[in-house]
């Protein structure tokens, strides 16, 4: 676990899991020759249009290792579903499923995508048990957070990153919650596409359940771009460093 993944207490974030599944993902599908890249010369796009993330108990050290499988869990038709669970040591610390779908870059309309992932292996259950996740009903709004969008906000398709939105709905949330709070389920469901130069604003409600929030993303047109729930529950600051890492030893 590098840098990238790990958060102020140096240790595995949801922004991690979250990159770490999709560059997963990214691997299995350049396998077939069907990455980003690959159809992009058949005028075609990759898009995610929702994800969930559910984790338990404590979060890998920076320099730990963890192990990522991922696995499409049911045929392809239009959408393409990818479930994966990410583990310490023989733990499953994480669970997660997304939704993709391909899209014609010039029309935006969706590909059949059974007949691109016709060579993909599939057929795994959800890693979740279900297929699809609601989101609660919003309460009032609590907090209302601006993001100006800049160049690192962006990814291949120069849209705003899924990413970035997961960002954003952090950077939303006071540091001091932050700090006494750890995240344990996460939905994202994306809607319209956002692009570099927009400001960003992020809304965020109350909802029946304490420490459970909404979050609903709309660019400077009023657009509503990504909708997202996540709760947390208490947690005790923790800077102890494993006894145990490989990277003291030598």
């Given at each position: 676990m590098t840098n990238a993944l790990m958060g102020p207490d140096y240790r595995f974030t949801a922004v991690g899991a979250q990159t770490l599944a999709q560059d997963c993902f990214a691997v299995l599908m350049a396998h077939y020759h069907v990455a980003a890249f690959d159809l992009r010369h058949r005028s075609l796009m990759w898009i995610i249009s929702e994800f969930s993330m559910h984790f338990d108990g404590e979060m890998p050290f920076w320099g730990e290792t963890v192990t990522i499988e991922l696995?499409?869990?049911?045929?392809?038709?239009?959408?393409?579903?990818?479930?994966?669970?990410?583990?310490?040591?023989?733990?499953?610390?994480?669970?997660?499923?997304?939704?993709?779908?391909?899209?014609?870059?010039?029309?935006?309309?969706?590909?059949?995508?059974?007949?691109?992932?016709?060579q993909v292996d599939c057929g795994q259950e959800p890693a979740s048990g279900i297929r699809r996740h609601k989101l609660p009903l919003a309460g009032n709004t609590v907090i209302t957070h601006r993001h100006q969008t800049n160049i690192s906000d962006t990814d291949f398709n120069s849209h705003v990153s899924n990413i970035t939105y997961m960002k954003v709905c952090r950077n939303a949330m006071p540091q001091d919650y932050l700090s006494a709070h750890t995240m344990i389920d996460v939905d994202m469901k994306f809607q319209r596409e956002a692009f570099l130069g927009r400001e960003l604003t992020c809304r965020v409600a109350e909802t029946a359940t304490p420490d459970s929030w909404i979050y609903t993303i709309t660019d400077d047109s009023g657009t509503v771009c990504c909708q997202a729930a996540a709760t947390y529950i208490q947690s005790e600051p923790d800077d102890r460093c494993p006894d145990n890492l490989d990277i003291r030893k030598g």
């Open positions: 696995w499409l869990s049911g045929k392809p038709s239009v959408k393409v579903y990818a479930d994966y669970r990410i583990s310490h040591k023989g733990r499953v610390f994480c669970t997660g499923d997304s939704i993709w779908a391909i899209l014609d870059i010039q029309s935006r309309k969706p590909a059949v995508a059974a007949d691109i992932l016709s």
